[in-house]
């Protein structure tokens, strides 16, 4: 006798063709998105997104951090929701998979579900995070992080862009600031699909991650400061090279993180050279660590010898520097509920899988905070993310959205 659901497919090829559809808007210059948080594009994801959402029966929210709630209902509107989603918002060199497989993925199961006439006892909502990336307004994972009581809504709304525009004047600008307030909605589950955004799935040939946890980061913000003189009639003596420092501090990160595999990693991503012109020493450096380690102390040990590391590199070279954290989250353990939602999800569609851990952040890492929360992975070619070439086979998406479908719908509980 089949299980409840046991059958439930998706449509992929309607999935698919969403992803296209949507990879249409903010298209990179190499095949890929740049879809950033709060542009223009991003407000046109959103209305394609709403206007798919509404087509398929659901009544769409917004709160005060611009995230979108597309609700579908259950038999008791008095259940706790179950919550499937990610994000729409894009690295400047993005793919298009990234994030945008797990809304278009729930979108997904709410279209499947309405196919085959199916009710479920639990309303289900499917959820756009805004500013998951924090490449424009930094930290990662901010609308999240405000929903779970991580930050205050006027702090995010204070986050400014390299051009100085504030995070919650550009929500207005593009017209996505709703009135709902943020946090109040109770969850019975969350759930996430995401590309794996690494090479373990590929590498060994399995169609699903079991996301088990998710490793923890710092971002430290390191702004150096030394003196702009000429680059040819200065003496080497009397340089105060702040380009010099941030080299120097970039190649210790890189060492430290050597030092703790094979899982610790490190790099320096976004950097601001100041005046950078190239006859001048540089005055000052503004660049971004970001170190990751699945393993708490070890993160801890991490910042601790940079912090150390970078103020003997400075005082070495005469230069000045301070070191601000601009995001950070321990690592995260996932429900066990749904963990093994999802593990018997992909046993009784037939897909191979095994536990992994995440590399990268996700809102699904703030949520797991204020409810019990769980990911679905998917491979991605090469391992290759926040690269335009982000590629994933349209099997790989069938997968993690039938999985994802039925980790959803079981929590959600059909009704006969
Ligand atoms: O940084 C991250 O891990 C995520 O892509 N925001
Ligand atoms: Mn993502
Ligand atoms: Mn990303």
């Known amino acids: 006798m089949a299980q409840p659901g046991e059958n439930l497919r998706i449509n992929a090829d309607r999935l698919w063709d969403s992803l296209m559809e949507m990879a249409k808007i903010g298209p990179g210059i190499a095949g890929g998105n740049n879809r950033q948080t709060l ?28 995230t979108m709630f597309a609700r579908r209902e259950g038999t008791d509107p008095d259940a706790l929701p179950v919550y499937v989603g990610s994000h729409l918002d ?96 109770k969850m019975k589950a969350f759930f996430e699909l995401h590309i794996e955004q690494g090479p373990i799935l590929e590498d060994e040939d399995i169609d699903i991650g079991v996301v088990t946890h998710g490793q923890g980061q710092k971002w430290l913000q390191v702004t150096i400061t030394g003196r702009e003189s000429h680059t040819g009639s200065t003496p080497m003596y009397k340089r105060r090279n702040a380009g010099l420092g941030m080299a120097r501090v970039t190649e210790l990160v890189h060492e430290v993180a050597m030092d703790y595999q094979p899982n ?31 393993d708490k ?53 037939g897909y191979s899988h095994r536990n992994i851990v995440s590399g990268a952040g996700h809102d699904a890492c703030w949520i797991n905070r204020v409810a019990p929360t769980a990911m679905v992975m998917c491979p991605c070619v090469d391992g290759l993310s926040h690269n335009e070439a982000e590629e994933i086979d349209p099997e790989w998406a069938q997968a993690g959205a039938d999985v994802l479908f039925h980790a959803v719908v079981e929590t959600a509980e059909i009704m006969p």
């Open 297 to 349: 102390k070890i993160l801890d040990m991490m910042d601790a010898r940079i912090r150390e590391g970078a103020a003997a590199i400075c005082e070495a070279l005469d230069v000045g520097h301070e070191i601000e954290q601009v995001g950070h989250f321990d690592p995260v353990t996932f429900d066990e509920g749904c963990v093994k939602a999802v593990r018997d999800a992909a046993d009784r569609l």
């Open 264 to 294: 610790a990693v490190g790099a320096v991503g976004h950097v601001e050279v100041y005046p950078n012109s190239r006859n001048i020493i540089p005055g000052k450096t503004v660049f971004t660590v970001d170190i990751r380690s699945p």
């Open 39 to 66: 542009t223009d594009e991003d407000g046109e994801a959103r209305a394609l997104f709403k206007r798919w959402c509404e087509d398929a029966g659901m009544t769409v929210s917004v709160d005060e951090m611009g």
């Open 90 to 185: 894009t690295q400047p060199t993005g793919g298009k998979y990234d994030g945008v497989l797990g809304v278009l993925g729930g979108l997904e199961i709410v279209r499947s579900l309405n196919d085959l006439g199916i009710r479920t006892k639990h309303p289900i909502v499917v959820t756009n995070w805004t500013n998951e990336e924090g490449t424009r307004f930094a930290p990662a994972m901010l609308a999240s992080g405000v929903f779970a009581g991580l930050h205050e809504r006027d702090w995010a709304y204070d986050r400014t862009d390299r051009d100085g525009k504030r995070f919650g004047d550009e929500l207005q600008r593009i017209g996505w600031k709703g009135d709902e307030p943020v946090g109040q909605r």
